[in-house]
């Protein structure tokens, strides 16, 4: 079935640095999503990425649909401790049901 | 809005024990589905439903199984329980499969099998 794969699996950063998590997919999507789940908490959605070459933004954070549509990511500039988290793609395709990488794990030094 | 409700949060079964993990959710979603997730391996379906009455296999399917006779309710039944098992299992609902608007997650349920 498809696969989608997420790097890095984990990340430290100091407070203030940048932070990026990419995805990729070896076959086109038709959108891909992605997610916030707190530690302890549940997957939370953030955005949806649809057209090929879209970039959105949501405050500090940057998201990218590749041009042909088989990768994205995430940039978060100048972190703070709030961003702590895992971060997941996910990769629609037809008419399946959403294919989740295993995600980025965020630790925050303040 | 409740949004999407699951109970119970916390659960410690013995091997062989059966439950029911339950998951109603009030928006009038089509969609429903339920993923384990275990620490490196992400979100894994297991089943998911496109509406009242359908059901599918997700990705690990084994050991589980689902009905959905209203649109608001998708219970996760696991028939003999195993340590395998032992996981944090989430329900999931959107308004169609592919998440159109995001899916809405509940909070959890924290299972344990002894």
Known sequence: GQQVMQIPQYQHVQEGEDFTTYCN????????????????GHPVFLIQLVKSG???KQKRLTFQFGEAKKNSSLHITATQTTDVGTYFCAAGSGNTPLVFGKGTRLSVIA | NAGVTQTPKFQV???GQSMTLQCAQDMNHEYMSWYRQDPGMGLRLIHYSVGAGITDQGEVPNGYNVSRSTTEDFPLRLLSAAPSQTSVYFCASS???QG??????GSGTRLTVV
Do not use: M
């Open chain 1, 25 to 40: 997919s070896s076959t086109t999507l038709s959108n891909i999503q992605w997610y916030k789940q707190r530690p302890g």
């Open chain 2, 13 to 15: 079964l013995k091997t």
């Open chain 1, 54 to 56: 879209e970039v959105k």
């Open chain 2, 95 to 97: 308004t169609y499969g």
């Open chain 2, 100 to 105: 159109g608007y995001g899916y809405t997650f």
